[in-house]
């Protein structure tokens, strides 16, 4: 029945480009539903990718951590131990018998302080009133903290190349 209408060939035109619009519109949207679920599948690598990351510099951090605390409190405690010891080497007789000048004052603190001593002055060879052993234990403490800062400035840097190479 259908076979026997005659249509003019506008409509069969129109028809056909009707067609041809939903054939175009449906591949359209099949490309972007295949697109999307590569996208898909993209960003759940990368969030995959970046959790191993993250739980790669969690066990750094955690391994550089303990290790370097433990080596600052050895150093720490070494510190404690050789200020303990300056009485031993450091008696009060030697105190008594050797004060330490105030020239020698000067320059420990400026050299703390990172400063010029200034010029001398004729007061630089009198005693300072501190004894022989508080200095003793003020340059051992000095350097004792200088240990520990050393240990952290490595362990930064251990740190620092191995989170480069979790990358």
């Not at 076979?3 to 028809?15: F, G, I, Q, S």
């Not at 619009?21 to 960003?43: P, Q």
């Not at 990172?114 to 501190?130: Q, R, Y």
Request: charged share 30%; glycine share 6%.
């Amino acid at each position: 029945m259908l076979r026997d209408v005659v249509l003019p060939p506008w409509v069969k035109w129109a028809a056909l480009a009707a067609a041809a619009l939903a054939l175009y519109l449906l591949g359209r949207l099949d490309g972007e539903r295949i697109e999307g679920a590569k996208f898909s599948a993209y960003v759940a690598d990368q969030a995959s990718k970046a959790t191993q990351v993250q739980q790669a510099r969690e066990r750094v951090v955690t391994k550089v951590e303990i290790q370097y605390r433990d080596r600052i409190q050895i150093v720490r405690e070494k510190g404690e131990t050789i200020v303990k010891e300056v009485p031993v080497y450091v008696s009060a007789e030697t105190d008594r018998r050797f004060p330490v000048p105030r020239g020698f004052v000067r320059v420990h603190d400026a050299a703390a302080a990172g400063e010029p001593a200034g010029a001398p002055a004729e007061s630089d060879g009198e005693a300072a009133g501190v004894v022989a052993s508080a200095a003793a234990e003020t340059i051992a403490d000095n350097y004792a903290e200088c240990r520990k800062w050393r240990e952290q400035v490595n362990g930064w840097q251990d740190y620092y190349q191995r989170l480069r190479s979790t990358e």
